[in-house]
């Protein structure tokens, strides 16, 4: 007796529906991504239990003509596609052919639709599949699609839907989410009877992503990238506000929310070393991109995209994302950035109130230093007197605890500022600079060169690089089954031992076959590390203050270059409420 049955066509179906329906937000998903083809501007959901006893999309886009309508339900019948050729040339939000269909098969589905020029709207009742009645209503332009009962006919399917909250959730959540990449189009959710969301036209992404996610809309930057095969619009929390909680990361293509590593790998990238690595920035990333060079079927529900390289999807997300960081206005951040004449005159300053005035008592220091340079000022050429810049440094340093932490009061706010990564940062900044500027890192050469032993394998990997170290500041020999390091770089000066040295150059060669970016930050890094003040040091108020001063002039005052952060803040008004005075 024959064991290999063919399944009739309901049970085939059936059984596909899983795939493309998998709860009331898949049909949610695929009736509002039909509207949105159909050049809808006002999309109405209607939501019933959750979705579960009842789902109804109205739009009103160009409809379906009468002789078309039977022919939705069928599987794979399409308006979009005539050859598979066009498959990889749609703007739309893609073609499986398996959506109405799955969704009949499934439930109790009634079409109500008509084109422009008619006097009435058709319509067609299906169950378990089939048609089983054909009316006439009264006109209204576009197409209006109502599923009830999704799951009746697969009872061991439909118990595995979960409460009607959450059902409710995913619906919302995802209805949010294409919501934000289609701005011009009105979404208006009504749950139960009751009108739950109206998300109104809007210009353009930015509107739509402050209407949407108001209370993280403050604290984003915008960013952009162009080439001739992919733009990219990113939203990018701002380094400062990051925080451990799990951040929103909702990723777009051609306006298509998908799920994808390689944008997520670019995203972290750039924010590599200006948040601690378990913090998760917000990011909203819109991608365009050719369509002949990706494939949006690839997965049931379209979730997912694959495109010929991953770096066409890698680099304008990074770039794009990097743009948005650079675009922080200083204001923003609050530095200072103070010339070398006011910085001199006020250390100078500093040193005559520790021995004039009673530590504490800054009052009359910042009058005395106010008057001290703009007097200094005075005397200057007057182009130099227009582009000097007379401002003090609008913060105090209070002391030091634990011979590890700088308390500094500024700007309404009071810092427990870590003395190490503040200083780390800086050193890290600097030392990027000094290599961009001289096409590498200034090098010393040592007065008794030192050999070391490596692996064969590992000595291999550093001569076959000795130009890039060379610029990172090591000039390496080979001496018979030695390497001799003659020069390390200026910055670290005599503050690094050998081992120290030669733990470096280790880090080089783990990250030797990695981008150069990781290499070159991975030891600015370290060198930045073993050459800021450790942690347990005594510092003096001078010294207290240049570090506070050299961080408030970094690009990125927040974290460490290894993603720590480098304070902690507490504002006036958290503090008095804390003691109760607020």
């Given at each position: ?25 898949s ?15 006002e ?16 739009d009103?886009?160009?409809?379906i003509?009468?002789?078309d ?53 058709n ?7 089939l ?11 576009g ?37 934000i990449s ?36 403050k604290?984003?930057a ?6 001739p ?10 380094p ?34 200006k ?13 365009e ?9 690839v997965?049931?529900q379209?979730?997912?995209v ?12 990074f770039?794009?994302?990097?743009n ?19 910085s ?10 520790e ?6 008592d800054?009052?009359d ?59 780390e ?18 090098k ?34 080979e ?22 040295t ?21 030891l ?9 003040v450790?942690?347990g040091?005594p ?19 927040f ?23 607020k």
């Amino acid at each position: 007796m024959s064991k290999i049955h063919v399944l009739d066509s309901s049970t085939i179906n059936k059984i596909a529906a899983g795939e493309v329906i998998e709860r009331p937000a898949s049909a949610v998903k695929e009736l509002v991504e039909n509207s949105i083809d159909a050049n809808s501007d006002e999309i109405i959901i209607k939501l019933k239990d959750g979705g579960k006893k009842e789902i109804t999309v109205i739009d009103n886009g160009t409809g379906i003509e009468e002789e078309d309508l039977e022919l939705t339900i069928l599987r794979h019948a399409t308006s979009k596609i005539t050859k598979i050729e066009d498959i990889y040339s749609i703007l739309s939000y893609g073609f499986r052919g398996e959506a109405l269909s799955t969704i009949a098969d499934v439930s109790k589905m009634e079409i109500t639709s008509a084109i422009e020029g008619y006097d009435h709207s058709n319509v067609i009742e299906i169950e378990n599949g089939l048609i089983n009645r054909k009316t006439m209503t009264a006109f209204r332009k576009g197409t209006s699609i109502t599923v009830q009962n999704l799951f009746y006919n697969i009872p061991a399917r439909q118990k595995f839907l979960k409460t009607t909250n959450y059902e409710l959730k995913k619906i919302i959540d995802w209805i949010k989410c294409i919501a934000i990449s289609n701005p011009k189009v009105n979404f208006k959710i009504i749950v139960d009877g009751k009108e739950t969301y109206n998300f109104q036209k809007k210009t353009g992404y930015e509107e739509r992503v402050n209407e949407i996610h108001f209370d993280i809309a403050k604290n984003l930057a915008q960013g952009t990238y162009k080439d001739p095969l992919v733009s990219a619009i990113v939203f990018v929390t701002k380094p400062n506000k990051v925080s451990e909680s799990k951040g929103v990361t909702q990723i777009y293509i051609n306006n298509r929310p998908i799920k994808n590593f390689t944008v997520l790998s670019a995203i972290k990238k750039a924010f590599e070393a200006k948040i601690p690595k378990t913090y998760r920035p917000d990011a909203f990333i819109f991608l365009e991109i050719n369509p002949k060079i990706v494939d949006v079927n690839v997965h049931p529900q379209k979730l997912e995209v694959r495109v010929k390289e991953d770096s066409l999807l890698f680099l304008p997300t990074f770039y794009a994302v990097k743009n948005a960081l650079e675009q922080i206005k200083e204001a923003e951040i609050d530095k200072t950035r103070p010339t070398q004449l006011i910085s001199t005159i006020t250390a100078r300053l500093i040193a005559e109130s520790e021995t004039k005035a009673e530590k504490g008592d800054m009052d009359d220091f910042f009058i005395k230093a106010e008057k001290s340079i703009q007097k200094s000022l005075d005397i200057l050429p007057e182009e130099m007197q227009h582009h000097a810049t007379p401002k003090i440094k609008n913060f105090k340093i209070i002391g030091q605890i634990f011979n590890t932490y700088i308390l500094v009061e500024k700007n309404n706010s009071f810092y427990i500022i870590d003395q190490h990564v503040a200083e780390e940062r800086y050193n890290f900044e600097q030392i990027q600079t000094q290599y961009h500027e001289h096409n590498g890192l200034l090098k010393q050469e040592l007065l008794v060169p030192f050999g070391f032993l490596l692996p064969v394998e590992d000595r291999g990997v550093l001569l076959e690089n000795k130009d890039e170290l060379g610029k990172l500041g090591f000039e390496i020999d080979e001496l018979k089954d030695e390497l001799l390091v003659r020069t390390i770089p200026l910055k670290i000066r005599n503050s690094i031992t050998k081992e120290e040295t030669k733990e470096l150059l280790k880090d080089v060669i783990r990250g030797i076959k990695a981008d150069i970016t990781d290499k070159q930050a991975g030891l600015f890094a370290t060198i930045a590390c073993k050459m800021s003040v450790k942690a347990g040091t005594p510092l003096n108020e001078i010294q207290m203050e240049k570090i506070i001063e050299n961080l408030f002039d970094c690009e990125n005052p927040f974290t460490c270059p290894h993603g720590r952060p480098i304070f902690i803040e507490l504002s006036k008004d958290r503090i008095e409420k804390e003691v109760s005075r607020k």
